[in-house]
């Protein structure tokens, strides 16, 4: 799955902190809780053919200038589900990890996106073993909010 965290603050000049919040701070806390939090767990669900779930942020973009706080981060998550894993899980873990900052900092403003691309459900395949190959098939969907899944059956094809 591929979808994006913003972390939204106050844009202001950097010599005047005290009027904006940082947003590329904020979003570090995030990164920092994935790294922390997240991954570790991933641990416990691990798959006998295809090892623990994968996270990457791939991608991040935030500020202007460099006198200037940003009032937008955006980072990109790649997030890579095993068999047997519900893919909305996936993401609660995400909306769970941002309550959980908000609440612990006043300051803290962060949304997460609807995917942008979601991998196909695993299934099981010919002779009752997963099928491998779906874990790297997507649908690319673009900016659209909208999510699709497929599901690919090496007997059926695709529907």
């Known amino acids: ?12 000049p950097s010599a ?8 590329i701070f904020k979003m570090a806390q995030v990164i920092q809780a994935i790294e922390s939090k997240l991954i ?13 779930p994968r996270v990457n942020v791939a991608v991040i973009e935030g500020g202007t ?6 009032d937008e981060c955006t980072i990109e998550i790649d ?13 609660e873990e995400f909306r769970a990890l941002l309550e959980e900052l908000k609440a612990s900092d006043p300051e803290f403003d962060a949304v997460m996106e609807e995917a942008f691309l979601e991998d196909i459900p695993h299934r099981s395949g010919l002779s009752g073993r997963p099928n491998l190959l779906a874990h790297d098939a997507f649908i690319l969907i673009g900016d659209s909010p909208t999510s ?11 529907s």
């Open 79 to 91: 997030r890579c589900i095993v068999p047997g894993e519900v893919t909305s899980k996936g993401r």
């Open 40 to 52: 570790p767990r991933y641990q416990e669900k691990r798959h006998p053919l295809v090892g623990a």
């Open 65 to 70: 200038q460099v006198n200037t706080f940003s």
């Open 16 to 23: 005047t902190v005290q009027l904006g919040v940082n947003t």
């Open 148 to 158: 699709l899944t497929l599901r690919f059956d090496f007997r059926e094809g695709l």
């Open 1 to 12: 799955m591929w979808w994006r965290i913003v972390t939204r603050g106050k844009a202001a």
